[in-house]
């Protein structure tokens, strides 16, 4: 166990909706769900315009090792396979499907036959399911262990640090059973040996329920963390709860650990017991400008017009839309945009929240590198960045940055460190895909 933690910031919580029990929002007229909600190759679409589908049936299949399945949550009509813009800029196939209000072959599923870890990953693999705590990293590629013997510890992430969000502290507090049948798949095929319930202290509830839950498994301990932000991020977990640290271009793996979110682990032992894929996602929807703030479960692919006109509406005119939390969400451009496979929050901020603080001249105070939880110098960066240096920014291991935005936070300067950080990281990019010419030339 880590004697010192990594450093963390303390952020405001505002987890209005902890206690708030997710309401199933009525089916929408239309949802639009894209091919790729994952890392990796977009899935292929087997659906066409015209085709009439049923909930849970399959309508893009992975095409390859490194994608994920995508099903359909509704049942109605395919209207059109169309390009959609995504927040991030990048143009994915979307199947867009008219509903019909029936809900057909909900509940008709035939769970699989899994006997050993083969079948256990290629159930995972079949069920559709990323990682849902952000990352959207295709999971069976994740416990694809080419050598179990290597694996020491799994930990499951209940740490939830980003301000507003608590649908995984739903699942934790409603949907416990499940996170348990995970750990106990976890542990047969797995062949885990500890396995860490990780969640932050300002979830009692959640704490207590696992306590109780595995108080007699000598294999499953429950990490009660300090909720400090960025507590959930993989690299910050895994030494706060083992004291090992990943090493610099490593994975999890290499130091024996893996990290399943508790959202991604229950949506798992759904499939395996059930036979359910993922097709539909718990949302939180809060931000100062939603009228009612709450957890919602809806379909993949429901337009987030639907889900906040669910909440009530805007209070006020949002001055910027989130996907997931303040700290690391993506802002989103328009309200057609749809809840995704990761989407595990979607924010509405007041203007005056939304509106960035004026910058002001770096003063060298040195805080953003104190509270970096991975010890980089954002400043330094920012300054190699502004000097086009991109053989500083390795030197200075921006690559590294998993943009928690811990240094923009402190920053008394109001500094865009972590634009500038993304900005580094493309700079750095296409430095080293030049890299090897730039050497053969000068030979
Ligand atoms: S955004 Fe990057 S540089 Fe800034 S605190 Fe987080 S990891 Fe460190
Ligand atoms: S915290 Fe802001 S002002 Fe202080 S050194 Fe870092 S960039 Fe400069």
């Known amino acids: 166990m880590a004697g010192r933690k990594l450093p963390g910031i303390s952020v405001p919580h505002r987890k209005h909706t902890a206690e708030k029990i997710p309401r199933r929002l009525p089916v929408p007229p239309m949802v639009c769900i894209p091919v790729s909600m994952h890392i990796g190759a977009p899935a292929r679409p087997v659906v066409q315009v015209g085709d009439t589908v049923k909930v849970g049936q399959l309508i893009a299949e992975a095409d390859g090792a490194m994608s994920s399945p995508v099903y359909s949550g509704v049942s109605g009509k395919v209207k059109k396979i169309d390009d959609l813009l995504m927040s991030a ?50 999971t069976a590629v994740k416990l694809d262990v080419a050598d179990l013997s290597k694996l020491e510890t799994i930990i499951v992430n209940g740490a939830e640090c980003e301000p507003y969000i608590t649908s995984d502290t ?46 007699d ?62 097709y539909e996602k718990c949302v939180t929807v809060d931000g100062s400008a939603v009228a009612s703030p709450g957890n919602v479960i809806v379909p993949i692919g429901t337009p987030l ?3 906040f006109a669910f909440c009530g509406g805007f209070s006020e005119r949002p001055g910027k839309v989130l996907y997931g939390g303040p700290m690391m969400g993506i802002a989103v451009p328009d309200l057609e945009q749809t809840v995704l496979k990761n989407t595990n929050a979607v924010l509405a901020l007041s203007a005056r929240e939304a509106e960035p603080p004026e910058e002001t001249a770096c003063i060298r105070c040195g805080r953003c590198m104190a ?60 430095y080293r895909a030049v890299k090897p010419a730039v050497k053969e030339e000068s030979a």
């Open 89 to 138: 800029g990048q143009r994915v196939p979307a199947v867009v499907i008219e509903t019909d209000g029936e809900q057909a072959g909900s509940g008709a599923f035939t769970a699989p036959c899994v006997s050993d870890f083969a079948t256990f990953i290629g159930a995972v693999r079949q069920s559709g399911v990323v990682g849902l705590g952000g990352a959207g990293f295709p």
């Open 170 to 215: 739903r699942t934790m507090i409603d949907d416990a059973e499940s996170v348990r049948g995970g750990v106990m798949l976890l542990r047969e095929y797995m062949k885990a040996k500890d396995i860490v319930i990780a969640v932050e202290k300002n979830k009692p509830r959640c704490i207590k329920i696992f306590s109780e839950m595995f108080r």
């Open 305 to 307: 017009r639907d889900v």
């Open 371 to 430: 509270r970096c939880p991975l010890r980089l110098s954002p400043a330094e960066i920012e300054s190699a960045y502004r000097r086009n240096r991109p053989d500083e920014l390795e030197a200075l291991r921006v690559g590294l940055c998993m943009e928690c935005g811990c240094c923009a936070y402190v920053c008394p300067a109001n500094r865009h460190l972590v634009q500038t950080n993304k900005l580094s990281k493309a700079l750095l990019r296409s």
């Open 217 to 278: 498994d000598g294999h499953v301990r429950v990490a009660a963390l300090p909720a400090v932000y960025p507590q959930g991020a993989e690299k910050v977990l895994i030494y706060n709860t083992t004291g090992r640290l990943v090493p610099e271009g490593g994975l999890p793996i290499d130091i024996g650990v893996i990290v399943i979110n508790c959202t991604t682990l229950a949506a798992i032992e759904k499939y395996i017991r059930t036979g359910t894929p993922l």
